[in-house]
């Protein structure tokens, strides 16, 4: 074999195991690509899953928020800063007789007049956490105008707010409002008359007006006086509290010396006072103290805070009555030695129907308006109330009012006090 010739084979061999070569190299790449497309392929696929996956989550969630939204009790509504209703829930839709889905769109002020204004008016600077409350006019799908009351907060979002409100129909509330009126004022006026002649009989019994009673016959007749004070005093405490809701109170104040009243006052609360074997007591004054107050109304607050003093200080006790001159305000103290009032209760003493101890207040009398009425009429007449409990015991209710002008004739005055013992 010539040396050409093995050259030759060998450039043959060479060019085979290149060939091969490439070949392998090829085959590779091509293995390669297809597992890249295979692993992109699942990729793909396990992608479209997970987003399948999300998406029936998603559903899943606003599903529920629906039904949620729907299963609240309270109305509530949401519309966007044009005004545009986005979301009624069921209880919202039963309010304005209406179904949920034809009001999306809608503009909140067809159901409400004025009420993105007002939501606007509301909201803005208002802290977070405030809650205000409205009562306005709205109207039904239908067209009827009813009481609603609402609640609103505004929720900050891209390009915009969402206004969310809750609602209150009061069509209900006020029927028993004026319900309760009626019944109120029938029950009570038909009560006042009769009691007001059985409060006189009684009194005329324990007086001895009529004769000296046996000592067992007595002590009848003095409970069933107070049990009808306690009659007569919650008839008037209801028809009270009933003109102050309706706005039916008339104050008519005048210029008058509120010493000349004070007195009248313990003059008509003594009888109460004997009962109770209360001692009523008033250091001498010097001059007359002019007030510009109701008369009638603050006999009221005097008798009010009097009756209160004496029921529950202790038998042989003294209840006081002291005035206070300053600088262009005077106070009235009424003073008492019972125990005081709870810590507990110091903060609820002027709410309506607030008794520190059921039973120990069903003992001695009172329906809890007393105090509350009276805060009323001071308040009424340009005067304040509070009261203390000294750690000695008992407390002191003082009511404070600003000085009149003196009048142009003014009645004598004799520096007197009021001193009753009852033993």
Same mark, same amino acid.
């Given at each position: 074999?010539?040396?050409?010739?093995?050259?030759a084979?060998?450039?043959?061999?060479?060019?085979?195991?290149?060939?091969?070569?490439?070949?392998?190299?090829?085959?590779?790449?091509?293995?390669r690509?297809n597992?890249?497309?295979?692993?992109?392929?699942? %990729?793909?696929?396990?992608?479209?899953?997970?987003?399948?996956?999300?998406?029936?989550?998603?559903?899943?969630? /606003?599903?529920?928020?629906?039904?949620?939204? *729907?299963?609240?009790?309270?109305?509530?509504?949401?519309?966007?800063?044009?005004?545009?209703i986005?979301?009624? $829930? /069921?209880?919202?839709?039963v309010?304005?007789r209406? %179904?949920?889905?034809?009001?999306l769109?809608?503009?909140?002020?067809?159901?409400?007049?004025?009420?993105?204004?007002?939501?606007?008016?509301?909201? $803005?600077g208002?802290?977070?956490?405030?809650?205000e409350r409205r009562?306005?006019?709205? #109207?039904?799908?239908?067209?009827?105008?009813?009481?609603?009351?609402?609640?609103?907060?505004? %929720?900050?979002r891209?390009?915009?707010?969402?206004?969310v409100?809750?609602?209150r129909?009061?069509?209900?509330?006020?029927?028993?409002?004026?319900?309760k009126h009626?019944?109120?004022?029938?029950?009570?006026?038909?009560? #006042?008359?009769?009691?007001?002649?059985i409060?006189?009989?009684?009194?005329l019994?324990? *007086?001895?007006?009529?004769?000296?009673? =046996?000592?067992?016959?007595?002590?009848?007749?003095?409970?069933?006086?107070? $049990?009808?004070?306690?009659?007569?005093?919650?008839?008037? *405490?209801?028809?009270d509290l009933d003109r102050?809701?309706?706005?039916?109170?008339?104050?008519?104040?005048e210029?008058?010396?509120?010493?000349?009243?004070?007195?009248?006052?313990? +003059?008509?609360?003594?009888?109460?006072?004997?009962?109770?074997?209360?001692?009523?007591?008033?250091p001498?004054?010097?001059? =007359?103290?002019?007030?510009?107050?109701?008369?009638?109304?603050?006999?009221?607050?005097m008798? $009010?805070?009097?009756?209160?003093?004496?029921?529950f200080?202790?038998?042989?006790?003294?209840?006081?009555?002291?005035?206070?001159?300053?600088?262009?305000?005077?106070?009235?103290?009424?003073?008492?030695?019972?125990?005081?009032?709870?810590?507990?209760?110091?903060?609820?003493?002027?709410? +309506?129907?607030?008794?520190?101890?059921?039973?120990?207040? #069903?003992?001695?009398?009172?329906?809890?308006?007393?105090?509350?009425?009276?805060?009323?009429?001071?308040?009424?007449?340009?005067g304040?109330?509070?009261?203390?409990?000294?750690?000695?015991?008992?407390?002191i209710?003082?009511?404070?009012?600003p000085?009149?002008?003196?009048?142009?004739?003014? =009645?004598?005055?004799?520096?007197?006090?009021? /001193?009753d013992?009852?033993?």
């Open positions: 074999m010539t040396r050409s010739m093995l050259t084979i060998v450039a043959i061999v060479a060019l085979g195991v290149a060939a091969v070569g490439l070949a392998w190299a090829g085959a590779v790449r091509r293995r690509a597992r890249s497309r295979a692993s992109a392929a699942q %990729a793909e696929r396990q992608h479209a899953v997970q987003v399948a996956e999300a998406l029936c989550a998603l559903q899943r969630v /606003h599903a529920r928020s629906v039904a949620l939204f *729907d299963a609240l009790p309270d109305a509530v509504m949401a519309f966007d800063q044009d005004g545009a986005e979301s009624l $829930n /069921h209880a919202a839709a309010i304005f209406c %179904a949920a889905a034809k009001t769109g809608c503009q909140a002020d067809d159901l409400v007049p004025d009420l993105l204004a007002r939501v606007r008016e509301m909201t $803005n208002a802290p977070a956490d405030a809650v009562a306005v006019d709205a #109207r039904r799908l239908d067209g009827e105008v009813f009481p609603l009351e609402f609640t609103c907060r505004a %929720a900050p891209d390009g915009g707010c969402l206004y409100l809750v609602l129909d009061l069509s209900a509330q006020q029927g028993a409002e004026r319900l009626t019944f109120v004022a029938v029950v009570s006026h038909e009560l #006042r008359t009769p009691l007001t002649s409060r006189g009989a009684l009194a019994l324990a *007086d001895g007006s009529t004769g000296v009673l =046996p000592v067992d016959a007595q002590a009848m007749v003095v409970m069933a006086a107070r $049990n009808c004070e306690r009659l007569v005093d919650l008839v008037s *405490d209801i028809l102050m809701r309706t706005g039916q109170l008339v104050i008519e104040p210029v008058l010396d509120l010493i000349a009243l004070l007195r009248e006052t313990l +003059r008509a609360t003594l009888g109460f006072a004997r009962l109770y074997k209360v001692r009523l007591l008033m001498a004054q010097q001059g =007359p103290v002019w007030v510009r107050v109701d008369p009638r109304r603050m006999a009221q607050v008798g $009010n805070l009097l009756s209160n003093a004496i029921k200080s202790p038998e042989g006790g003294d209840v006081s009555v002291r005035l206070q001159v300053g600088a262009g305000a005077c106070a009235v103290c009424v003073v008492d030695q019972g125990p005081g009032i709870p810590v507990a209760f110091r903060a609820r003493v002027f709410e +309506r129907f607030a008794q520190a101890d059921a039973t120990n207040t #069903r003992a001695r009398g009172g329906s809890g308006l007393g105090l509350s009425i009276t805060r009323a009429l001071v308040e009424r007449m340009d304040h109330i509070d009261f203390e409990c000294p750690d000695t015991g008992g407390s209710f003082r009511v404070a009012l000085i009149a002008q003196v009048p142009a004739r003014s =009645p004598d005055f004799s520096a007197t006090g009021m /001193h013992l009852i033993v």
